[in-house]
Structure formats: structure tokens, C-alpha cells
């Protein structure tokens, strides 16, 4: 199937879903990324700073770039001026720093919450209590240029259903649990980014609002591309 074809495929799937595609472009050049917004694809997901900056400029300006990778606080600043969505923070000092640039742009920049859902002890992301000392800080409140929309989760790469339906529910529990708390009257905070190629049904069944895809789209990727570095 080609990219062009994919993206379709996807979209007539998530079509009357509360659910969006985030096609992950990385380790992929820019030209099939240009096959992807032909087909009218406009958000990608990369994970490494350095390739996200390197492919911007030369692709057009309405595409949306989400950072779904470990982002390290002296890296901000390079994608601050363009990002859309960051959806990896997963420390406070990560936060501020995000405050701190997106002031510098006189933007206020959205972020994901990331939480630690897997078996796997290589994953980044907070655990909910963090997030809740975090949230009723008042160094938090303080923040007035970062905007908190929701939730995402890396599961466990397994192929037990049974483990994945598990983790997808406690992100799920982890997103109602801040809506209550925290969130109840902002309506922005409603995202729960989950689901990739092997398992965005079952994501998608359990609630995900957006699905991070890579190589149901764009094939294999050629070269190992630590998802977590
Ligand atoms: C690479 C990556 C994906 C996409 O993975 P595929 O299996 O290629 O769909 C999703 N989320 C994160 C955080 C990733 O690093």
C-alpha cells in the first residue's frame, strides 16, 4: 500500500471517532513526508530535536509538528518557535523550561503529560503522583505560557492483548483522575495520546484521542531509532 493510500485508509477508520492520526515521520526523509501531507496528512510526530529541526524548514509551514520523544531542557529552545504540540513532559524542571522559551516566542505552548504505563523499565514518564504534587504546586500555577491538554503513554512492546487493554485502561484512569481534579473546567485537557501501529485498535477502543503511527504508514524504518533517547 502506498503512504497515500495508508493515510486514507486511516482516515475513513477514524472518521466519526473522537480520534486523531499523528503520522510519525521519524527516521524518514522529508520526501515521504510530502506524500503524506499530499494526502493531506498535516500532523507529524518525530522524536529526536535535532531531525525535527533539521526537516522543518523545508516542508510547509501548516504542518503540525508534535515532539513525542524524551525531550532533554537544553533542547527546548530549538523547537519552541514551532512546535505545536509537545507531548513527552515528563519532569517539572522539563515544564519550566518550556515556560521559559515559549515566553521568550510570546507563545503559549500545549503539552502531554507523559506517564509511565509499561512493564518495560526503559520507558520515560511520571507516575500520577508526581503529576499531582506537580499540578497543585503553586510554581506550577505560576506557569503562564505552557498549556496542559491531556495525557500520553508508551505500552509495553508485547503482543498480549490482555497487557496492553491493562495499561491503555490505567492512562485512561490516570486522564479522569487530573480531568477531576485539576481540569474539570478547561476544556482543552482532553487528549489521550496512545495507541501505535501494532495496537492503535485496541487504543482506540479503550478511549485514545490520538494515535501516534509510524510504520503502518511509512513502512519499516531502516535504522534503529531508539524511541526513548
Ligand atoms: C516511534 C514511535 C511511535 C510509532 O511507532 P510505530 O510502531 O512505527 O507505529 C509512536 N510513539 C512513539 C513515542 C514513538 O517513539
Known sequence: MSIQESIQEFNNRLTGSNCQLIAVSKTHPVALIREAYAAGQRAFGENKVQEMMEKQPSLPEDIQWHMIGHLQTNKVKYIAPFVHLIQSVDSFKLLQEINKQALKYDRVLDCLLQFYIAEEETKYGLSLEEAQQMLRSPEF????????????????????????QKEFRLLK??????????????????EISM????????????????VRVGSAIFGQRNYPSPSNQ
Open 141 to 164: 500555577k505560576a506557569l503562564q505560557n505552557v498549556r496542559i491538554c491531556g495525557v500520553m503513554g508508551v505500552a509495553t512492546n508485547t503482543d498480549s492483548d490482555e497487557e496492553l
Open 173 to 190: 484512569r490516570i486522564f479522569d483522575t487530573l480531568h477531576q481534579e485539576f481540569f474539570k473546567d478547561a476544556d482543552y485537557f482532553k
Open 195 to 210: 495507541g501505535m501501529s501494532s495496537d492503535y485498535q485496541l487504543a482506540i477502543a479503550e478511549g485514545s484521542t490520538m
